[in-house]
Every structure is written in C-alpha cells, then in structure tokens.
C-alpha cells in the first residue's frame, strides 16, 4: 500500500515538474483532454446502466440523465446530487425498475 501510494504521489508530482521541460504538441494537447472527457463519460455511462452482469433498469439511467441536464445548466451540485437521487427514488417507489 506505501509502495502505491509513492508511486501516486511521485506520478502527480512529475506532471508539474516536467511541464516546464517536455513540451508536447497542441494536437496531442487536445487530443489528452478528449480522452479525459471520454473516459469519464464511458464510466458514467456504465456505472449508470449496468447492474452487475445485465441492465439497471429505467430508474437509475433516468436519475443520471436528470442530474446531468442539471449540472449542464450549472445548478448546484447539492442540488443535482438531491434530484438525481429524489427522481431515482420516486421511480422505484412507483415500482419502476
């Protein structure tokens, strides 16, 4: 676990150390903070409507889709975070899936 840990804390600390002496091409830039937005949408996406091996059902895609239009139109995370979870919730209650 120490061993992890240095290794995280040296990998986040060559990034500023090295910006200054590796210059990377602006492409290869943009291309790095795509595939950032990238990766956390398919995390989003799976964690949103899969539930071990098979699909999650409408109540949990729905809230996901409540909450992102929410943090689109930039309300409050506490706000987003309630009405993702309240719309998920009054879904199951009405025996949505």
């Known amino acids: 676990m120490l061993v992890l840990a240095g290794g995280t804390f040296l990998l986040r600390l060559a990034g500023p150390a090295l910006r200054a002496k590796v210059a990377l091409p602006k492409r290869a830039e943009k291309l790095l903070e795509v595939s950032a937005v990238v990766l956390l949408a398919a995390l989003a996406a799976t964690a949103a409507?899969?539930?071990?091996?098979?699909?999650?059902?409408?109540?949990?895609?729905?809230g996901v889709l409540v909450g992102g239009v929410l943090a689109w139109r930039r309300a409050p995370f506490l706000v987003v975070v309630l009405a993702a979870a309240g719309v998920a919730a009054l879904l199951r209650l009405a025996g949505v899936p």
């Open 49 to 62: 409507l899969t539930e071990g091996a098979g699909f999650a059902g409408v109540a949990r895609p729905a």
